[in-house]
């Protein structure tokens, strides 16, 4: 079974009395697995796809189906819980909750599910152990470096052991060598067997993906363009 | 989301932001103070009256002369002339004591004079009393002995004339004199007898002396002396109304276009019950007021705290967080202020009183009820505070939200 299935998808965004199309009629598979690259054009609409396979934003027609369930027919309700239990977003600005300490930052996935306290501070440990951040459990995300942050952020879309990560340039701020520490731990993951999707302007981040997507003007090619 | 972690998290952000905490928290401490300040005050105040005069004299009936609006007696009903006030006098003593469950009657004539004590002067109240009828004064008398019917330039003093108010105190056997100013008149007395503190009966009071009717009515010089009011014991204090009822038929028949008022007392201590209960809780309301305000102060910070926090609600909500549990946390944030706020409020309010009670001499009752209500109304008024910034936080949209910095 895919992990995703998206099937002639539209979104058309109103501004003003205009329609805007943003998505023209998408149709897309990934597998379990998978680690997708998303490319093309800015404007032509990656983020917004990313939005609605993440489940932040609604599908205008067309169906997409995560892990074989219709997201469409869900309330807004069951579309949060989605969020938290089967996807795992990585942000390019991170998007970490200065106020809290990075342990916290990742923990809190799983304070929202309702695991206990010591099973999550143990796991959100693990996991910043995983991407060698063991040494800063008690520092706030604002003290850290871009990469840094970014392997937080890692860590804590891995809290509830999502179905899809979605990575939204998730090089797009850091250097290059934290471009490479951060595509060297998601091909580390693509290997456990974790499907990624990234959304991507940098073709040498690619070299490890399984596919490469590329998109124009709210359609899909293929990675022969 | 769990309880236990969702006060982790309001927690939390009090610990982050001490200041925004103790800003918010003000308007509602103050408010709650007020609140029980007030409550305490207006319950001390009542309580205070009801005390000196609830247990007392709850058998007695004033006869006064002329009318007294809002209240019974003939004064009342529609007239086209003004009345004479009445002029009370022996007549109308008989007819009293003659009425069913009367008991006893005293006839008062009040009036102020100068009382010279060894050289020492002071304006005091002189109160003219027919003593065989005061078997009440006669028990509270502290050295000495009650006038009697007998006495002539005899008088009986209240406790702070004797002890408080000359150099010398005055005992049994001192001589002292009255002056009438105005007249140029005065008087010797010799005393017979000091009453104890605190325990006179409602009609009389401190700063008085007694003395028998014949004594004032030669210190006064009048031609025709009569009463000022009379007092009037009911045998039975549950039946009041209808004694002072049957007094004000009977003495309306030698009245008839005179006007005079009977009145238990009872009916003015229930007056001024109700007018004091009307101001306690115009206080409580006052208090509320600042309570609303310092509520308003409240929805405003945390209306703040949301906008700063925008992108941290967008993280929270793009991460699983539903909008119930967006509005909770910061329902909840507005709760904790509230509590926190509202027992601060009443730990201060609680010492307040008591200051503004030893300070200003006001009887103060801090009681459960006013701490409750402080309290409820507290939390109450915060919670509703926090209803429109929660729903403002739970509302937002993850996309924009993630993308404010
Ligand atoms: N909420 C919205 N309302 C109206 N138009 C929108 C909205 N969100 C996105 N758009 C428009 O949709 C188009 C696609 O935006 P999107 O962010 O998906 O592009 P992108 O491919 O991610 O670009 P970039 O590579 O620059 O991130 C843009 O033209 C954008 O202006
Ligand atoms: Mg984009």
Known sequence: ????????????????????????????????????????????????????????????????????????????????RIRRDDIGFVFQSYNLIGRMSNLMNVELPMTLKGVSRDQRKRRARELLAEVGLDHRLDYSPLNLSGGERQRVAIARALANDPAIILADEPTGNLDTKSTKEIMKILRGLNEEGRTIVMVTHDIETTENCSRVVWMRDGRVGDDAS | MRLDDMFEYVLLSFRADRGRALMSSLGIIIGVISIVVMLSVGEGLYGGVNERFGDLDMDLITVRPGSDMGHGGPGDRPRSTPEEPAELSEKDVKIIENVGGVGDVYPLKVTNALLSFRGDNTTIRVLGVAPENHADLEEVVDRGRFLVDSDYKTAVVSHDVADNF???KISPGNKIRLYR?????????????VLEEDEDPTYASENTIYITHRAMEDLLDLEDYHYSMIMVRAKDSSRVETVAEEMNEDLSRIHRDE???????????????????????????????SLIVGAIGISNVMMLTVRERTQEIGVMKAIGATAWEVRTLYLLDAGMLGLVGSLVGILLGVLISNVIGSVAMIPVAVTGQSIAFGLLFGVLITSIAGVYPANKAAKLDPIEALQAE
């Open chain 2, 166 to 168: 000359f150099r010398m």
């Open chain 2, 181 to 193: 100013t105005e007249e140029g008149r005065h008087m010797d007395f010799k005393v017979v007898g």
């Open chain 2, 259 to 289: 006007a005079y008022t009977v009145e238990p007392l009872t009916t003015r201590l229930e007056s001024m019950l109700e007018i004091l209960v009307m101001i306690k809780y115009a206080l409580a309301g006052i208090g509320s007021i």
């Open chain 1, 1 to 80: 079974m895919s992990v995703v299935e998206i099937i002639d998808l539209e979104k058309t965004y109103k501004v003003g009395d205009m329609d805007v199309p943003v998505l023209k009629g998408i149709s897309l598979w990934i597998e379990p697995a998978e680690f997708v690259a998303l490319m093309g054009p800015s404007g032509c609409g990656k983020s917004t796809l990313m939005n609605i396979l993440g489940c932040l934003d609604r599908p205008s027609s067309g169906r997409v189906l995560l892990k074989g369930r219709d997201v469409g027919d869900l309330s807004d309700g069951e579309l949060a």
